[in-house]
Nanobody, 121 residues
C-alpha cells in the first residue's frame, strides 16, 4: 500500500495564500488523475481541483481563478496553490490519487489523512 500525507495547511487571514503538498510513501505504476478534495463540517466531501494524466485540469466553480493545481513531477503527487482565500474555503483538504501501484490489477483511489485549512475573516 502507498500512504499519502498532506502538508501546508494552517490558519490564514482572508485574502491570504497557502500551498498544499502531498507526499507518497511509495511510487505509482500509473495514474489516471490526481487531485484535491475538501470537507467542511456538516458537509459532504467535494472535489476542489483535479489534474489528469495528460495535464487537463478541472476546478470547482467556487475556486476557479483563485486555486491552481499542478503536479510535482519529482514526487508525482499533486500540489494546490490557493490564493485569495475566503472563510468559506475553511475545510479539511485531502490529497487523492486514482491509479495503480503495480503493473497488474485495477486502479484504485488513494487518500491522505487530510490537512486543516482555516481562513479567518
Amino acid at each position: 500500500q502507498v500512504q499519502l500525507v498532506e502538508s501546508g495547511g494552517g490558519l490564514v487571514q482572508a485574502g491570504g495564500s497557502l500551498r498544499l503538498s502531498c507526499a507518497a510513501s511509495g511510487s505509482f505504476f500509473s495514474f489516471n488523475a490526481m487531485g484535491w478534495y475538501r470537507q467542511a463540517p456538516g458537509k459532504q466531501r467535494e472535489l476542489v481541483a483535479a489534474i489528469t494524466r495528460d495535464g487537463g485540469t478541472n476546478y470547482a466553480p467556487s475556486v476557479k481563478g483563485r486555486f491552481t493545481i499542478s503536479r510535482d513531477t519529482t514526487k508525482a503527487t499533486p500540489c494546490l496553490q490557493m490564493n485569495s482565500l475566503k472563510p468559506e474555503d475553511t475545510a479539511v483538504y485531502y490529497c487523492n490519487i486514482h491509479g495503480r501501484i503495480g503493473a497488474f490489477g485495477s486502479d484504485d483511489d488513494y487518500w491522505g489523512q487530510g490537512t486543516q485549512v482555516t481562513v479567518s475573516s
